[in-house]
């Protein structure tokens, strides 16, 4: 298949996850719960997987360690970056207007895509096997955040219908990210493995300062057994993936 084709296959499948609001019509509150609590725990392994196990064994055949880690870096950095200013989480009562506050989610939840678009050009233009496993991670990694702005935006005052719509309007800038990359990372191919670290970078920094803190308030013994079984099977999966589309 074509790289452009698997490229914009992908980034449409990553695109319509933002419709994943579609289960809050269904589910009750606590079995909410309950998904989120395995997606977030089987995402977590799944980015460190693929930053460990993936990107960065694959960059690493193609530039110096030095530049490959300092891709890595500037990923952690970027993601900082983005979160820190622009993709808001969370807005207590009283600290902000909640109002402005999903508008604000909505740019930075599409500047968030874009990137993930990007992203998956970058992997695809290093192989298709990077391409698939990098695009099965950011699946998995989106399924909870796109429930939390989901719910963000409800709790902002959007009816859930409206929701969803605007949800799914921010997740198509992946792929305007993705086309852009393609075009211009086609003509500039020793540049695409550093954005792979970059990337490396993104989903090593989600894994460790957003999903990983959220399990760590889980205190039962039991359900945090479960947790570090689910990082597990999400890691597993990745490196699966990794041996079957070697």
């Known amino acids: ?82 979160e820190k200013f622009l993709y808001w989480y969370h807005c207590h009562e009283g600290e902000c207007d909640v109002h402005q506050f999903t508008y604000l989610n909505l740019i930075g939840d599409g500047i968030h895509n874009f990137l993930d678009g990007v992203i998956i050009a970058a992997a695809f233009l290093t192989s298709a096997s990077v391409g698939f496993i990098t695009t099965v991670a950011i699946v998995l990694h989106e399924i909870p955040q796109e429930l939390g702005d989901f719910g963000i935006l409800v709790y902002g005052g959007f009816s859930k219908g409206k929701a969803l719509m605007y949800n799914f309007i921010t997740a198509l800038t992946a792929v305007v990210g993705a086309v852009l990359a ?61 041996l079957i589309f070697k």
């Open 1 to 82: 298949m074509h790289p452009l084709a698997s490229i914009l296959i992908s980034v449409f499948i990553v695109s319509a996850v933002s419709l994943i609001g579609i289960v809050t019509f269904l589910l009750k509150t606590k079995s909410l719960d309950k998904v989120f609590f395995i997606l977030v725990s089987f995402a977590t392994g799944s980015l460190l997987g693929a930053a460990f196990l993936d990107l960065l064994p694959e960059a690493l055949d193609k530039v110096d360690p030095a530049q490959a880690f300092g891709g890595v870096l500037l990923g952690i950095m970027l993601f900082f970056l983005m």
């Open 182 to 242: 393609y075009f211009f990372l086609n003509k500039l191919g020793g540049f695409t493995p550093f954005i792979v670290c970059v990337a490396a970078g993104g989903f090593i920094y989600i894994a460790c300062t957003d999903l990983i803190p959220e399990l760590n308030k889980e205190r039962i013994a039991l359900r945090s057994i479960q947790q570090f079984i689910l990082i597990l099977l999400g890691i597993g999966v990745i490196l699966a993936g990794k």
